[in-house]
């Protein structure tokens, strides 16, 4: 047996050896991406074919699950892949093809969010003021095509075959990674922007959302110091002609049709829709407040929840980028099972793209019941 043949079965062996550590690891990815294709087609259909009503609302709620459902098939295939050649991955082209989508999937996912989260904004601090119109919507999407692929393209330049050595049998094999031949500091710059356009984003997402929920908990709170007369024995006529005029005001009235689809993956909301406006006409204002009050802690719940998970899933891959781009030996020096640990974590980010489901299930009575409804007819 020829000393090359003796080797590859050393590389053979150690990628083997190496693979089966992330056995758990490959089954969350497929967890991931089952989860991802199931769910966010399931959100395609409904909100794309089934709903029917306000599209102007639901504009941007199939793009995101599209966005979604290609990151989270991607990303999880290409762990997948990762993992079982982690000493083993001959193929340079294909690696920085797969970092490319990788990473242009992902970014389109995070900036429709932003996009969402500006439109939900204008929606509420500026109503009178002209809206976001079909054309600038298309002309958004088209923004946040060429900015993730602005972004990703240099994937294809800093990612490819790169050499991994096992130091105990003294042999050499290949992964996919940051290439450690290309120039330092410019790989160093382009992972100092990817990793500043994400907080930036997170840091954009909350200052919308903070603002959006205080104003709404602001209104609600306004809505209560007015005067009422449900502890007064009126006239059935004057409850219908005042009892709106006591409970809202202008321009905050207006918001009751908005708080539906305040989240940043929108129409998660069903509290207020525009019969419930015909009908307050015959509340009392204690009765419409105890239903303000659900409304408030319903808003607030997605606001929370968009915001947390948003940070959970992405503050580790930060951290990782940056210690990755600092140290070019970076996955050589963890042992096999505290490399699949951080593997875990620098892949925890595909949850953001399978988690907008279980919101609109969750949150979203009319998705939910349109789901329960086709499940019905295809059982």
């Not at 997948?80 to 083993?88: E, P, S, V, Y």
């Not at 948003?310 to 070019?328: G, S, T």
């Given at each position: 047996?020829?000393?090359?043949?003796?080797?590859?079965?050393?590389?053979?062996?150690?990628?083997?050896?190496?693979?089966?550590?992330?056995?758990?690891?490959?089954v969350i990815l497929s967890l991931y991406i089952s989860t991802g294709l199931l769910g966010n087609s399931t959100v395609i259909l409904i909100y794309g074919f089934k709903i029917k009503g306000?599209?102007?609302?639901?504009?941007?709620?199939?793009?995101?699950?599209f966005a979604d459902l290609s990151a989270s098939i991607v990303c999880g295939s290409f762990g997948?892949?990762?993992?079982?050649?982690?000493?083993?991955f001959n193929y340079n082209s294909l690696c920085k093809v797969w970092w490319f989508f990788a990473a242009y999937t992902t970014f389109c996912s995070i900036f429709l969010l932003l996009i969402i989260a500006i439109h939900r904004y204008l929606k509420i601090f500026r109503l009178q003021r002209k809206q976001m119109t079909l054309k600038w919507k298309r002309f958004a999407m088209c923004l946040v095509l060429i900015i993730a692929f602005a972004l990703s393209a240099p994937m294809t330049y800093f990612y490819g075959s790169v050499s991994f050595k096992n130091e105990k049998e003294n042999i050499v094999g290949l992964r996919c990674s940051r290439l450690k031949t290309t120039h330092k500091l410019a790989s160093q710059i382009f992972g100092g922007i990817a990793v500043l356009t994400i907080i930036i984003v997170i840091f954009s997402f909350i200052c919308l959302y903070l603002r959006i929920g205080y104003t709404i908990i602001k209104h609600f709170k306004y809505s209560k110091k007015q005067k009422t007369y449900n502890n007064t024995e009126k006239p059935r006529q004057n409850n219908k002609r005042k009892g709106v005029n006591s409970c809202s005001n202008g321009r905050l009235r207006n918001m009751d049709t908005e708080l539906k689809s305040l989240s940043s993956n929108e129409e998660v909301l069903a509290a207020s829709r525009t019969g419930d406006a015909k009908q307050s006409v015959f509340m009392t204002c204690a009765k419409r407040r105890k239903q303000n009050r659900r409304v408030v802690h319903k808003i607030t719940l997605v606001f929370m929840l968009i915001t947390v998970i948003?940070?959970?899933?992405?503050?580790?891959?930060?951290?990782?980028?940056?210690?990755?781009?600092?140290?070019?030996r970076f996955w050589e020096e963890f042992s096999d099972?505290?490399?699949?640990?951080?593997?875990?974590?620098?892949?925890?980010?595909?949850?953001?793209?399978?988690?907008?489901?279980?919101?609109?299930?969750?949150?979203?009575?009319?998705?939910?019941?349109?789901?329960?409804?086709f499940c019905k007819i295809c059982a």
């Open positions: 047996m020829d000393n090359g043949t003796i080797l590859s079965d050393k590389l053979d062996k150690w990628n083997s050896d190496l693979a089966r550590g992330l056995t758990p690891n490959n306000n599209k102007e609302d639901r504009y941007f709620i199939p793009f995101l699950a997948i892949a990762l993992n079982m050649m982690q000493a083993r948003f940070l959970i899933c992405y503050i580790p891959k930060v951290i990782i980028m940056l210690l990755e781009a600092r140290n070019a099972s505290g490399r699949a640990g951080v593997l875990f974590l620098y892949r925890f980010f595909i949850i953001n793209n399978i988690i907008n489901p279980v919101i609109y299930a969750f949150m979203d009575k009319t998705f939910s019941g349109k789901v329960k409804l």
